[in-house]
């Protein structure tokens, strides 16, 4: 009697679910070919296996990681450089007072009001200068001594004198018109240091109003000198420094009070206003005391207002007041008091 030929074993047991290895499954024995996959042979039926990486239903999906990155690595956020990425070769350092100049004199020279404000006193210094020096010239001088005459670099006195306000203006306007635009905040957001902008502020505009009135005063001086110079008595080398140099100096001080003033009001129309009733009212109080009590006091006052004291630099002055390079110290001492408030003002105070 034969004995019965063994059945084959299924691909799939009715309680085994697909794919998975059965337990009497193991490796083929030596020799023995290779068996073919559930599915894959002739006459079998039943679900081909699944692809590596599919998901298969009742099974969650297997998680990857990126190519290249090991396990564990942590993956940068965005807009972070990686470890590797691209370094800038910009060295990275403190900043310093003259990054701070450098962004001052790139605002003050990219505003319009500086062009205007500029040109507007250039052409009152030398438009009233070259004016006065025609009109001198064209007088009959044959009545006047060699002893009575003076320099024709005094000519200069009436652009200087109203070119003034120009200074004034710009000087407060490179102040007050950030808190008028709300810049400011961004100024002391790249710059935090609120001393240094100030400073940064008084030296790039102390150094622009020199350097053009300088220019401006210089050639009016040439001018006159050249037009009307034989009217006048030869100018030495102190008037000649002081009719250019000196007037120039005095000038940007005053330009920088202006600016101080605009730090501390904070507001455009109202600093132009005290600025120029600190250059013209003590003239005006002094036209009005004619008491004999107050004598004293309106001689003080037409001393050393701001009008006499630029007219020193051209030998010309009201009385026995200030004289020869006084008035450029006390305008120092002036404009350094403003600073000093200037400075508390921005520090105290919110922008």
């Not at 003033?261 to 250059?279: E, N, P, Q, T, Y």
Request: glycine residues 10%.
């Amino acid at each position: 009697m034969s004995t019965p030929q063994s059945q084959p074993t299924p691909a799939h047991s009715p309680t085994q679910p697909p794919n998975q290895p059965t337990p009497a499954q193991g490796l083929p024995a030596p020799g023995a070919p290779a068996p073919q996959a559930a599915g894959s042979g002739p006459g079998t039926t039943g679900p081909a296996p699944a692809a590596p990486g599919a998901t298969v239903p009742g099974r969650p999906a297997p998680q990857r990681t990126p190519q290249g990155a090991p396990q564990g690595a942590a993956t940068p956020w965005p807009g972070q450089a990686p470890p590797e990425g691209y370094v800038s070769p910009i060295p990275i350092r403190k900043a310093t007072l003259a990054d701070a100049i450098a962004a001052e004199w790139t605002k003050i020279r990219s505003i319009r009001s500086t062009v205007w404000t500029l040109g507007s006193m250039v052409l009152l210094i030398v438009g009233l200068g070259l004016l006065a020096a025609f009109v001198v010239s064209a007088m009959d001088s044959t009545a006047a001594t060699q002893t009575e005459r003076v320099p024709v670099l005094i000519l200069g006195i009436y652009g200087t004198m109203l070119s003034l306000i120009c200074v004034i203006t710009l000087g407060v306007l490179t102040m007050s018109s950030e808190y008028g635009t709300g810049l400011i905040r961004t100024t002391l957001t790249a710059c935090p240091d609120r001393a240094r902008v100030l400073t940064a502020k008084a030296i790039v505009f102390f150094l622009l109003t020199f350097v053009t009135t300088t220019v401006a005063t210089t050639l009016v001086a040439v001018a006159t000198e050249g037009i009307a110079g034989r009217l006048g008595a030869a100018p030495t080398a102190g008037q000649w420094l002081k009719a250019t140099v000196g007037v120039s100096v005095f000038m940007s001080l005053v330009g920088v009070l202006a600016l101080a003033v605009g730090a501390m009001l904070r507001h455009s129309a109202g600093a132009i206003a005290v600025m120029l009733a600190v250059v013209m009212m003590p003239l005006v109080l002094a036209m009005f005391l004619g008491v004999s009590d107050l004598a004293e006091l309106r001689s003080w006052l037409l001393l050393y207002s701001i009008p006499n004291q630029l007219g020193v630099f051209y030998d010309v002055s009201a009385g026995e007041g200030p004289s020869g390079w006084d008035p450029l110290w006390i305008m120092t001492l002036v404009t350094g008091a403003a600073l000093g408030g200037a400075y508390l003002s921005l520090a105290k105070r919110d922008a």
